[in-house]
């Protein structure tokens, strides 16, 4: 079976094409990257794909990780707008000039501002939900206070599940530069979902209007949040190489 590497914006992750995974192997294969995009079922214009962290575990959705799996089923189906389907969530996705995406990705949520304790220090943050969990922070995303930060907040008592870390500097009316600690993987150059609930969050406490654009250490996405809360999603995914599934399990 076939597999490819692809990156968003420096995301790195391993498309995987009709193959049963397990924890291990996806630990084996996803070194060196972001993650893994499982296709598990694809029709014309259609796929169902399950996001895996490089720990193994599974995320509730990945913009970046979404993204590819779009560009991949267009490529190959020679559809304009294809739908994906990542567990409950559908994500309609067009392509546009160039390697870009754009996916409306649905409803985002966000709470209240609230305050967190961690090392002794008190954290206020925005917590979302982009189907994934996310926690909002605005201070300056130096990445010496990402990489202090992001492990303590992603593992803290008030997110059972571990949560998506932002730092955010409000840099204009519509424009914020964001340092993103995953989930399950780390300090990483970009991250849909994370740019779309710190859009999310912008709009939601008056630092920003929307469209929103994200400046991330791998390049900007853009985020439109609409009246309904519902958000738009637009950048890039492009191919790296194409592998064997064999060369990347040791199968």
């Known amino acids: 079976m076939k597999s490819s590497k692809w990156h968003a914006l420096g995301n790195v992750y391993l498309l995987v094409e009709w193959a049963d995974l397990t924890p291990d192997e996806v630990r084996v294969s996803a070194g060196g990257t972001d993650g893994v995009v499982q296709v ?31 560009r991949w089923l267009a490529r190959r189906s020679g559809s304009r707008t294809v739908t994906i389907r990542v567990g409950p ?13 754009e996916m409306d990705v649905g409803r985002v949520e966000v709470g209240e501002p609230e305050s967190i304790e961690v090392a002794g220090e008190g954290v206020e943050l925005t917590p979302v939900s982009v189907g994934n969990p996310h926690a909002v922070i605005r201070r300056d ?26 730092l955010v500097r409000v840099d204009g009316t519509h424009d914020v530069t964001v340092g993103v600690w995953e989930r399950g993987a780390g300090e990483t150059l970009s991250s849909g979902t994370s740019s779309v609930a710190v859009a999310g969050a912008a709009v939601a406490n008056g630092w920003c209007e929307s469209p929103v654009t994200v ?36 199968l």
């Open 40 to 70: 598990v079922a694809s029709g014309a214009d259609w796929a169902e794909v399950v996001i895996w962290n490089p720990d193994g575990s599974t995320a509730e959705l990945s913009g970046n990780g979404t993204r590819i799996a779009a």
């Open 89 to 101: 969530r559908e994500v309609v996705a067009r392509m546009q000039g160039g390697f870009l995406v």
């Open 141 to 166: 995303p130096e990445r010496a206070e990402l990489l202090r930060l992001g492990p303590l907040v992603e593992t803290h008592s008030r997110f059972p599940e571990r949560t998506n870390v932002q």
């Open 215 to 250: 400046h991330l250490a791998g390049g900007d996405l853009v985020v439109e949040i609409g009246e309904d809360w519902s958000a738009r999603l637009t950048g890039p995914a492009q191919e790296i190489c194409t592998v064997q599934l064999s060369e990347e399990l040791d």
